[in-house]
């Protein structure tokens, strides 16, 4: 069985620009997350879906964040206009929901915004 | 105060000696509990969940959990030095089950 798929891998910007970042979760997953992990730090949650709905997206920095799930499967991760306080690895987690809700990572996109 | 706290480290051992990691957390309404590892460069993965008092083990891991005193712990016996890597604790909260809370992260080095 496939992971969670994430594209790109790299990605360097120069501040102000657009930048996106795209996520395939594990078949079946209902639950999708957006995490952002600066380096020393655990993964802070950006959004959480279930299915195609954003049910937290308090941490989401909404002027300049947006993201999207069509469909409830695939999700993209949008930046615009980017900062340098934005270099971070951007992690993508899926799980079948719940409270005992293993969470299984993508490999991450790793920003950086000059 | 963060809500999930760890000590970030580093934390040094002998290869075969027992590695106690702990993460204390603030609200008491927490549900489950997860350990995570992370290898430099790598994404988390799940290592065990545990979400009743006692001890709970899997292999060389041992995960603790005392709700009264709202910590958990990982211990990791016959520590490898393949086991070097950061530990992050992660707590899901009773009234948004889906949610995930991580801490910083132990730095964990296994010295042969």
């Known amino acids: 069985e496939a992971g969670v798929v994430q594209s790109p891998r790299y990605k360097i910007i120069e501040k102000k620009q657009p930048v996106a970042f795209w996520c395939n979760p594990i078949?079946?997953?209902?639950?999708l997350y957006w995490y952002r992990q600066n380096l020393g730090q655990g993964p802070e949650l950006l959004i959480r879906?279930?299915?195609?709905?954003?049910?937290?997206d308090s941490q989401l920095p909404k002027d300049r964040f947006s993201a999207e799930r069509l469909k409830g499967v695939d999700s993209t991760l949008k930046i615009q206009p980017a900062e340098l306080g934005d270099s971070a690895v951007y992690l993508c987690?899926?799980?079948?929901?719940?409270?005992?809700?293993?969470?299984?990572f993508g490999p991450g996109t790793r920003l950086t915004v000059l | 105060q963060k809500e999930v706290e760890q000590n970030s480290g580093p934390l040094s051992v002998p290869e075969g000696a027992i590695a106690s990691l702990n993460c204390t957390y603030s609200?008491?309404?927490?549900?489950?509990f997860f350990w995570y590892r992370q290898y430099s460069g790598k994404s988390p993965e799940l290592i065990m969940f545990?979400?009743?008092?006692g001890d709970k083990e899997d292999g060389r891991f041992t995960a603790q959990l005392n709700k009264a005193s709202q910590y958990v712990s990982l211990l990791i016996r016959d520590s490898q030095p393949s086991d070097s890597a950061t530990y992050l604790c992660?707590?899901?909260?009773?009234?948004?089950?889906?949610?995930?809370?991580f801490g910083d992260g132990t730095t964990l080095t296994v010295k042969p």
């Open positions: 987690a899926s799980s079948l929901g719940g409270s005992l809700n293993e969470q299984f």
């Open positions: 078949s079946g997953h209902n639950t």
């Open positions: 879906y279930e299915n195609e709905e954003a049910v937290d």
């Open positions: 609200d008491r309404g927490s549900q489950s």
């Open positions: 545990i979400y009743s008092n």
């Open positions: 992660a707590v899901n909260y009773n009234t948004n089950a889906g949610k995930s809370t």
